[in-house]
């Protein structure tokens, strides 16, 4: 497609449980950026890949939160163990340029609620 | 101190004024600015860059100051469709967000 695409656009899970959010970029954008935002929040950045590598993973917040990329262009975020305060709608974005050069397109996101 | 920082609102404003928005940054190394628009339950999208010289599109100016580190959002002539939550986005090294500005235009 033209744009960001992620799915699911909304998952409902039990505390506990894993979930995989998945995330296609644009063609041919090099970069590729997931964060996080709670209602009424900012946007809290998780991890940053350059290609298929994670140059920066420090926003990740526990080590229940993983991500990879692969071929240079999907992303999945992964949420081992659920928990509420996980709840949150996860965007994904994609630039075509390095590092905070160039507009960022999002996606519609994935809505995330741990019951 | 967050990295990016902007006043919340809401801004309740009539059709028609003219209503500003200012965000700051605490990274003095940071060199590319943008301000987003992101209506209810959407994901952002891109409003303009900001530029050293500032710049004007439309109804809309952004200017930067780099040595107070704020970067404006000057909205004329205000629409209700302008209703809408405005993020502003910086940083150095990774795109950094504020937690961005309500704007409710009412008639």
């Known amino acids: 497609g033209a744009g960001v695409s992620q799915s699911p656009s909304n998952k409902v899970t039990e505390k506990g449980k894993d979930v995989e959010l998945r995330c296609d970029p644009i063609?041919?954008?090099?970069?590729l950026y997931w964060y996080r935002q709670s209602l009424g929040q900012g946007l809290e950045f998780l991890i940053y890949?350059?290609?298929?590598?994670?140059?920066?993973k420090s926003g990740l917040p526990s080590d229940r939160f993983s991500a990879e990329r692969t071929g240079g262009s999907v992303s999945t975020l992964t949420i081992q163990r659920t928990q509420q305060e996980d709840s949150a709608v996860y965007l994904c974005?994609?630039?075509?340029?390095?590092?905070?050069?160039?507009?960022?397109?999002f996606g519609e996101g994935s809505r995330l609620t741990v019951l | 101190r967050k990295e990016v920082e902007q006043d919340p609102g809401p801004f309740n404003v009539p059709e028609g004024a003219t209503v500003a928005f200012n965000c700051t940054y605490s990274?003095?190394?940071?060199?590319?600015f943008f301000w987003y628009r992101q209506d209810c339950r959407k994901e952002p999208k891109l409003l303009m860059s900001?530029?050293?010289s500032g710049n004007e599109d439309g109804r809309f100016t952004a200017q930067l100051n780099r040595a107070s580190q704020y970067i404006s959002l000057l909205i004329r002539d205000s629409k209700l469709s302008d209703s809408a939550t405005y993020l502003c986005?910086?940083?150095?090294?990774?795109?950094?967000f504020g937690r961005g500005t309500s704007l409710i235009v009412h008639p």
């Open positions: 974005a994609s630039s075509s340029l390095p590092v905070n050069t160039g507009e960022l397109f």
């Open positions: 900001v530029y050293s």
């Open positions: 990274n003095s190394a940071s060199q590319s």
């Open positions: 986005e910086g940083g150095s090294y990774i795109p950094t």
């Open positions: 890949f350059q290609g298929n590598s994670a140059p920066d």
């Open positions: 063609s041919g954008h090099t970069a």
